[in-house]
Every structure is written in C-alpha cells, then in structure tokens.
C-alpha cells in the first residue's frame, strides 16, 4: 500500500498495429508526490525511415493527434533524446514523460489516449492508443510497490474489564504511530496514553509491530497483525514509583477504508495504495507482567484485554 508512485500494467495486451508501426503499451506510472508527472512505457516496432514528430496524452473524444498535452521528456532504449524528431526504425522501448496537471490529473481522470504522429517517406500517419476508461478491456493492475514511510493517529477504548488490578487496564488511549512499509506489510513503532478506568492512573505503553494486508477489494482491505508493548502506570502522589509491565502479544485484525475523497482517482484503475485509509481494529491483549510491583500481590500473572480503535493512517 505504499511507496511515492503509482504504477500500474494493463491487465491484457494493449496493442495498436499499422502498416508503419506497432505499438504496445507496458506500464503507466504517476507519481504521488511532486510534480505530478506521468510517464508513459511502451515498445515500438517500425519500418526503416519513420521518425516520431510528436506524441501527447489526448481525449478520446477529440480527433487523433489533434490536441494534447505534449511529452516533456522522450527515452529510446535508457538514453534520454535531445533533439527530436525521434528516430523508430526497428525495435525499440520509449518512455515518455508528462507534466502537469492536465497530464496526471486531467486527461487522465476521463478517458484518454496516447497519439503518436509518425512520418516516412510516404507521408504522415497517426496512432491512437487508447489508456484510460472505466470498461473491462482498458483495465489495469497495480504492481507490487516501493517500500515507504506510514504515519498514522488515532484512539483505543478498551469496553470490558477483566482485572480488577488498579492501574494496569486503561479506559482509554490515544496512539501515535510510525513505521516502514514494503509492499503489503508493515512494521512500526507506537505510543499509547491515556488514563486507567478510575481516572487516576496515567498510563503510558510504547509498542512494536507489524501487520500484513491478507485481502483487498476496491477501497476495501483486511489486514492482521502482531506486536508487544512495554506499559507504565503512574499513581497519583508524590514518590509513588511507576509500575511497569510486558504487555503482549497483541493480535490485532483490522479493516481499512481507502478515503476517495483526499487522493487523486483514475477511472479503469484499482484503488491505490498510496491513499490515506481509515482503519476500524478489533486489538485483544494478551497481558503478562501485571505482578511488576511489590505492592500488587493479587494480580494474575496473565490477563486478556480486547479493545477496539479507529485510526487514521497516511503513507507515502
């Protein structure tokens, strides 16, 4: 779910063949952070003598290689071309780049196509790729992406008490998370705080763990996960030392919800991952160490504690 760009391969063979040229289509990248740039990869295979005049990103309702936007950078096979027009005699892999916001946010959001104006000796010929629409054979797929950075805030209730040990089960808290993302796994470090059921205690437990994404449909995820925390109590008073306690492992299913509205949509692409989510968890406690001072002594060495908390998580 994370990583600073989107990229995404056609679910079926996207390709345009003429008696100059055949073009087909590898991936379309966006980047998420930036400049909003999209890039376009493909693989040309042309006569001897025809030369690319120009390609842009283009409305499929409007004409062929009538208007677009125009690409800012071209590569042939890695090295990127100067001064075009672009020689495409042969086999060759190009990778165009767009810039803007009509590039990356526009064009593309409605259908859309790639034009390609080529010429030879014969005169000038157009091709139209077609990219963007929300139909079956213009879908595409999100590859497995970058690893990245997550963040994410939130809160914690903790409904049913199972101990009636003083201090050591919260009402409540409020979590602070950070942690690294590769793919559809997660580990991160977290804080807790928040006050015991009597309101005396303030309680504070820091965290490790991870979680992995099991499925996904759409916006929608489930995810499950694992990880221990280290809890401290303070009782109120002056020289009243801090209890401390292990407390784990903590299981944790969760469902997350791709927010629609704060990160850029395509039509005919899956939800990204790149998106801020909402995330409803279940978390149960599994919690050793409740003896960790002298002055408990009817405390049992082991207690489960469910709990269920909203966050919201941001990855880049």
Known sequence: MFGCVHRFRPTSERIVSGPKLRVSIDRVTFQALGASD???????GAQAGVVLKKATLASLVGAPCDEGTPFIDVYRDGVVVLHP?????????????????????????????????????????????PLGKDTPELAWQLEPPDAGVLASVGARAFPVRTSNVHGFEPLWT????EGAVLGENRVWVEVQAGTDRSGDDTLVMVGLGGNRVLTSSGSWAFATGVGYDLGASTPPGRNTPARYGLRGPRVT???????????PHFPGFPA???????????????????NAHADVHDAPKFVVVPAIGLNLEFTL
């Open 38 to 44: 999209a890039e376009l990869e493909l693989r040309v």
């Open 85 to 129: 027009p672009l020689e495409l005699g042969g086999s060759h892999r190009l990778r165009l780049v767009f810039s803007g916001r009509e590039a990356a946010d526009g064009v593309l959001r409605t259908g859309s196509a790639l034009d390609l104006e080529v010429e030879s000796s014969t005169g000038v010929d157009c091709y139209r790729v």
């Open 253 to 263: 299913p969760s469902l997350l919800y791709a927010l629609p509205s704060l990160s």
């Open 272 to 290: 990204g991952q790149h998106r801020p989510h909402v995330e409803l968890e279940v978390p149960l406690f599994g919690w050793f160490g409740v």
């Open 174 to 177: 409020a979590n602070v998370r």
